[in-house]
């Protein structure tokens, strides 16, 4: 079975602070895809980033980061100084090569304080 | 621009009175898919299309049904709503039904069946 486990369903920070994001996944297929999802208080869902399983290349966009390790079937998302436009709820996802689906985890609320 | 588009944005409706949530993309995507959101349960898809004419269901396909005449279009229907369908509903495509390909989701249909 694939699932996709966000275990922190809420941080707080204050603004400027360093956060991360847990994403633990689950997957018999050999080649897969994951992604993260940024959802702010106006409900809409934007697309972050995707990586594909035999890329573990780390990744740094800015003041995100993503830690993609297969050993330990983790993709973790860093905002580093965060910022209150920061606050949303974020996603993980893994997308499955039968039927395209993406199997979201639960979602962690990021809330950043001024 | 590049988009995926969904109406109503909002509805309330009353329990048994059909309903239609239309989707369209202008990126010539193949793959449509709908997903509904619900606390602490994330995001599950309710069907998905490959391509014109080819539909199938998701995880939580009951009460639901779709079409997809065109490529561009993909409404979800709910021949009787009922109170459980309360939800905010997510459309989603993709150039392709592989698991390399991006999601890019509309703007989301916050539903409430009284």
């Known amino acids: 079975a694939q699932k996709v486990t966000q275990a922190q369903t809420e941080i707080s920070v204050v603004e400027k602070e360093d956060v991360t994001l847990d994403c633990v996944y689950e997957?018999?297929?050999?080649?897969?895809?994951l992604f993260w999802y940024k959802q702010p208080p106006s409900g809409e869902l934007v697309f972050l980033i995707r990586?594909?399983?035999?890329?573990?290349q780390n990744e740094i966009s800015g003041r995100y980061s993503w830690n993609f390790q297969k050993s330990t079937s983790s993709f973790n998302f860093t905002i580093t100084a965060s910022q209150v436009v920061d606050s949303a709820v974020y996603f993980c996802?893994?997308?499955?090569?039968?039927?395209?689906?993406?199997?979201f985890g639960q979602g962690t609320t990021l809330q950043v304080k001024p | 621009e590049a988009q995926v588009t969904q109406n109503p944005r909002y509805l309330i409706t009353v329990t048994g009175k059909k309903l239609t949530v239309t989707c369209s993309q202008n990126?010539?995507?193949?793959?449509m898919s709908w997903y509904r959101q619900d606390p602490g349960l994330g995001l599950r898809q309710i069907y998905y299309?490959?391509?014109?004419?080819?539909?199938d269901k998701g995880d939580v396909p009951e009460g639901y049904k779709v079409s997809r005449k065109e490529k561009r279009n993909f409404p979800l229907i709910l021949e009787s709503p009922s109170p459980n369908q309360t939800s905010l509903y997510f459309c989603?495509?993709?150039?392709?039904?592989?698991?390399?390909?991006?999601?890019?989701f509309g703007p989301g249909t916050r539903l409430t069946v009284l």
């Open positions: 989603a495509s993709s150039f392709e039904g592989t698991h390399t390909d991006t999601q890019y």
């Open positions: 997957t018999r297929d050999t080649t897969y895809y």
């Open positions: 990586r594909n399983s035999f890329d573990e």
């Open positions: 996802a893994l997308r499955s090569s039968n039927t395209g689906k993406l199997i």
């Open positions: 990126m010539n995507h193949e793959y």
């Open positions: 299309s490959m391509n014109v004419e080819v539909t």
